[in-house]
């Protein structure tokens, strides 16, 4: 994914809330994607990646969905807590080309 | 887990002049650092990749003269913005990794303003 331009899109949510943020990506040949949470003035942290292989994994609180055919992810955030509020981005690779990051989704978690 | 480190976190200088971006891992060798920019409500654009003790490799588009990249030693990356110009006030990122190009860790991040 490219990045869009200046307006991040944005998913508002209830805290408790289940949230799913979503992903497109264009290079059939990744097979290997990230999910990466970023908090303003800082880097992005890690939160949950998936191999091209798999179609589903789950972490803590985290689950990450993978459509190779439609070239889909997802990123599913159960509970969702006023700490999840940040901004999300999705990054694929492969072989062993670098990182290309999504254009981001920015959470907002109302209390 | 593997932590990297930059400085300084902000700067400020005045167009004309250049400066130095430091990136750091902590506690690991990285044989690859990568540098990125990010503009306000965008996202990571990658800039170039630097492999210890050889050239950097940029992305299409970023001036290898400006945007000069040391990466000295297996803990040390450096940027030096030179001639810096209102235009490259950006938020700076790096990573580095110690395996193949997706396993990186990221720093925190430095907000550069150019007056």
């Known amino acids: 994914g490219e990045s869009v331009g200046l307006h991040l899109p944005t998913l508002s949510v209830q805290e408790g809330d289940n949230s799913i943020i979503n992903c497109a990506y264009s290079n059939s040949a990744s097979d290997y994607f990230i999910w990466y949470k970023q908090e303003s003035g800082k880097g992005p942290q890690f939160i949950i990646d998936?191999?091209?292989?798999?179609d589903k994994r789950q972490g803590q609180r985290v689950t990450v969905l993978l459509n190779k055919t439609v070239k889909h992810l997802s990123l599913q955030i159960a509970a969702t807590q006023p700490g999840d509020s940040a901004v999300y981005f999705c990054a694929e690779t492969g072989g062993r080309r670098a990182l290309t990051f999504g254009s981001g989704t920015r959470l907002q978690v109302q209390p | 887990g593997a932590v990297v480190s930059q400085h300084p976190s902000r700067v400020i200088c005045k167009s004309g002049t250049s400066v130095k971006i430091e990136c750091r891992s902590l506690?690991?060798?990285?044989?690859?650092m990568f540098w990125y920019r990010q503009f306000p409500k965008q996202s990571l654009m990658l800039m170039a990749t630097?492999?210890?003790?050889?050239?950097?490799?940029?992305e299409q588009g970023v001036e290898k003269d400006k945007f000069l990249i040391n990466h000295a030693s297996l803990t040390l990356s450096t940027l030096t913005v030179t001639s810096a110009h209102p235009e490259d006030s950006s938020f700076y990122i790096c990573?580095?990794?110690?395996?193949?190009?997706?396993?990186?860790?990221f720093g925190p991040g430095t907000r550069l303003t150019v007056t």
């Open positions: 506690d690991f060798q990285a044989t690859t």
């Open positions: 990573s580095a990794a110690h395996g193949l190009p997706y396993e990186q860790y």
């Open positions: 630097s492999n210890e003790g050889s050239k950097a490799t940029y």
């Open positions: 998936i191999r091209s292989n798999m």
